[in-house]
């Protein structure tokens, strides 16, 4: 699950199906850890392809579960039953079922979270993170300015200066 969920979220919040039908053989290693050349999308369906970076925790997680699974060849995320023994291709509802559980452990109602959530919380830690519009929007691969923007603007406004405009400091607001 952290494998998964770490894939998804560091190399720009992939989608569901890119994440299940991702192949071991479009792992390239780097120094700091890997690229995964996506071959095909929504947003390319001609199969130009597109690299994206996963670094650092994302690559530590990638190496564990690839370590730990065996695997080699073929599809890059898979099931696994609960005796541990590593399956078939995950399906791409299998990704909501997992960002629920998740999300219920952590005593959160999981009703309003799901794959996509890694996505839109991509956009929405980039615009906290004050990243590039351009660049995150590379990085995401979203065409659509204003579907990005969205989440990205409410990212931005965690951290906005304008948020403490006629901030008094509470001591002078406690006096009588």
Known sequence: DRALLLFIFRSGGRRRSEATDAKVNQLVRVPRGYLFRRAKAKTDQTGEGKAFPLYDDAAQALDAWLAASGITTGPLVRSVNRHGQVGAKLRPASVNEIVKKLVGRIGLDPSPYGAHSLRSG???QAGIDEINLIEAMDMSDHRDMATFRKYYRTGKMLNSR???????PTEILDEP
Request: charged share 10%; hydrophobic share 40%.
């Open 122 to 124: 991509y956009c929405t």
């Open 162 to 168: 304008a948020a403490n405009v006629g901030a008094r």
